[in-house]
């Protein structure tokens, strides 16, 4: 099951014929809310169409999603992806401690109940950080919590079990040869070899990984 | 102990209009002590001077809303017989990282006044206060007498603090730590002596290490008095089970996981164990159910009030047949992974909830997405509700779409309501069958809801639905509004209109200086005032701080790119003058 990412039309609620709620997925209006926050305010009764440049904006600390909308263009669905993984606002939703999904009837594994976004909390919880991991070819990613590694070597070992099929890889060719390249995004939008730097380093600047056959 | 005055009265010699105020200090006193409410105690207190001094010896607990309002000193003046001290600091959007660490609300300073003030007070109970270490050393060390610690939502503390607690507190009633971000040093901080037998609330839930679970075994045994018990996430199902058995008398439990525990020999043991517990009316915790488990708390629930599931994934069904049990349930909080489906179960089960508070499972969707959609709930399931709660009167309702309509019905069913708070998740979302904004929802809410004191507003909203609450909220004390507004007469109807107004609390809105400054008159009748994200600039708050002398207008600055736009600004009344324990992102004006 492909995740659908539907860039959603900006003025889609001023045009009151199209309907993009087909009742099946939710998908596209949880997204609309997002893009609906980089946006100018407008007045409800403008007839102008808004802007439709989507600025990737992407907040660390600090930033209160004042609508600035100087930043490069939205390219692909994928980097609408990263804008709702990567907290592009601060304290939104009002939640003191999520309260995350935890082992219910799908995935089972542990590290789904710890990842989250605990750093939210003002008062609580211990820090993580989370990033997506997208394999090559397969269809749903997942995601890791870095805080929960010390080394590479742990993040391979947790990569590994993630993605049996990267361990068959590993099996079939060399033993030592990892037949699988793991790259990530740093803080800057370049795709880096995972290991390259020390591990401190690599934790500050990662946004999310990508395995590649 | 405390010395009294003492007051010589000569009768004869005062006039007829005083003689009925003229009774001897301590028969006022006694009768005082019956006055229990700060609100009322501030009352009595305005009466004449006479009053004011009786209520001033005879009041043993002080509630300060704002610890910036007044200084500990001023505190321990006016007020010589302090047993019980509430404290409150950080402003509410702290909660969600909107205000910078190092902020301040530092507990020590006031416990340096309170140790030589009050040697013998009892209880502490803090919000969103930084706790050091070392303050709660010093705090255990300085008050033999001390009885109750409740730190919610506090944060600067780890594991080595509450060891302290433990060691030296003998008479230790209370230790209630709940969403405080401490830091697990893990290490056995339950170390009470074996003589110490007095504890009957303990609530550790979200501390992340374990604990010595035989040291707690063992306290729980000893402690018969024991009504509060919260564990954490490390207590397993066994061990849950031998703790029950030790405690019967419990009134409030939180679980750990109520999941797989190869120790667990049966259900049985774990059901008579639940069975013996006639006393419970809360119940919480319950991480990780699994619903081969859940029948095993059935006999627990015939007298719950409250049923916290807000850290439990359950599905509508598993909550439906757990719902059945509880017919006295006053009070329910779950997660949205119970749909509509759920919430009709609530309808169906729970005819005397008063309260309900759906939280979201997955805020910040960074969940992969799971088989079954997991939409959340919607607004069918909050009409749901109403149709099948008349008594509801609070409500905090997370979800992604609603309807004005949806929420008509709901203030219709349920005119009742003192705490509205209605968080559709995404950001200025219109009513999604009409395209409408969501004016008309809050509108319909101060319209039907007169007795409504606190108000969370979202969704797309224009001036129209602060027209709304200015005209009709009458009562209304507290009031959050995020993404909201088209302009400076939305908030400036609200100033003008919410008389009762306490506390305003504002963030992303296109409000300015002119709305600001049309406040002037009100916020000294506020406890605060809190913008952030919206169009103020520093010339604007600065006018506000000439003009207001006894308001702190307090600027958060975090970074030096623009000088003229004021990003956050908290204002407050205070007695106390600036604050003195400012970091330097915080400019006082």
Known sequence: MELELGLALPNNHLMKGFDLNDGSTTNSYRKRGFEEA??????????????????????????????????????????????????????????????????????????????????????????????????????????????????YEELFHTLNQMFPTMQHGVAYAHPHHRHFTVTYEDGEGDWLLVGDVPWEAFIQSVKRLKILS | MAIKKQKELDIEEKSPENRILSFP????????????????????????????????????????????SVSPEMVARRFPNIRSVTLKGKPRFSDFNLVPPNWGSDIHPWLVVFASAYPFLEELRLKRMTVTDESLDFLARSFPEFKALSLVSCDGFS?????????????????????????????????????????????????HSEVNFDALERLVARCKSLKVLKVNKHV?????????????????????????????????????????????????????????????????????????????????????????????????????????????????????????????????????????????VTESGFVAVSEGCPNLHYVLYFCHQMTNAAVATVVRNCPNFTHFRLCIMDMRRPDYLTNEPMDEAFGAVVKTCS?????????????????????????????????????????????????????????????????????????ESMRSLWMSACNLTMNGCQLLARKMPRLNVEVIKEDESDDMHAEKVYVYRSVAGPRRDAPPFVLTL
């Open chain 1, 38 to 151: 980089f946006e100018k305010v407008i007045p409800f009764s403008s007839p102008l169409p808004r802007k439709t440049t989507l600025p990737l904006f992407v907040h660390k600390n600090g930033g209160d999603g004042d609508d600035e909308n100087d930043g490069p263009q939205l390219k692909n669905p994928d980097e609408l992806n990263s804008i709702s993984g990567s907290r592009a606002l601060v304290g939104w939703p009002p939640v003191k401690h999520p309260r995350r999904r935890s082992a219910g009837g799908g995935a089972g594994e542990r590290w789904s109940e710890d990842c989250g976004s605990n750093s939210y909390a003002g008062g609580g919880g211990r820090r993580a950080k989370c990033v997506k991991v997208k394999m090559e070819g397969v269809a749903i990613g997942r995601k890791v919590d870095l805080c929960l590694h010390d080394s």
């Open chain 2, 25 to 68: 200090d301590e028969v006022l006193e006694r009768v005082l002590v019956f006055v229990k409410t700060h609100k009322d105690r501030s009352a009595v207190s305005l009466v004449c001077r006479d009053w004011y001094n009786a209520e001033r010896w005879s009041r043993t607990h002080v509630f300060i809303g704002n610890c910036y």
């Open chain 2, 159 to 207: 594991t080595d603090g509450l060891a302290s607690i433990t060691t030296y507190c003998r008479n230790l009633t209370e230790l209630d730590i709940q969403e405080s971000g401490i830091e697990d040093l893990g290490g056995s901080w339950l170390n009470f002596p074996e003589s110490f037998t007095s504890l009957e609330a303990l609530n550790f839930a979200n501390l």
């Open chain 2, 236 to 376: 397993m199902l066994e061990q849950l089970r031998r703790l029950l058995v030790r405690a019967p008398q419990l009134t409030e439990l939180g679980t750990g996981p109520f999941s797989q525990d190869h120790k667990l020999r049966s259900h049985i043991d774990l059901e008579s164990a639940f069975s013996n517990c006639k006393n419970l009316n809360t119940l919480s915790g319950l991480w990780e159910v699994s619903s081969m488990y859940l029948p095993a708390l059935f006999p627990a629930c015939t007298n719950l009030t409250f049923l916290n599931l807000s850290y439990t994934a359950l599905q509508s069904a598993e909550l439906a047949k757990l719902l059945q049990k509880c017919p006295l349930l006053r009070r329910l909080w779950v997660l949205d992974t119970v749909e509509d489906k759920g919430l009709e179960a609530v309808a169906s089960s729970c005819h005397l909830l008063q309260e309900l508070r759906v939280f979201p499972a997955d805020p910040f969707e960074q969940e992969v997405i799971m088989e079954g959609g997991g939409n959340g």
């Open chain 2, 451 to 523: 007795k409504l004191r606190r108000l969370a507003v979202s969704g797309l909203l224009t001036d129209r639905a602060f027209e709304y609450i200015g005209t009709y909220a009458k009562n209304l004390e507290t009031l959050s509004v995020a993404f909201a507004g088209s302009s400076d007469r939305g908030m400036q109807c609200v100033l003008e209109g919410c008389p009762k107004l306490r506390k305003l609390e504002i963030r992303d809105c296109p409000f300015g200086n002119a709305a600001l400054l049309s406040g002037l008159e009100r916020y």
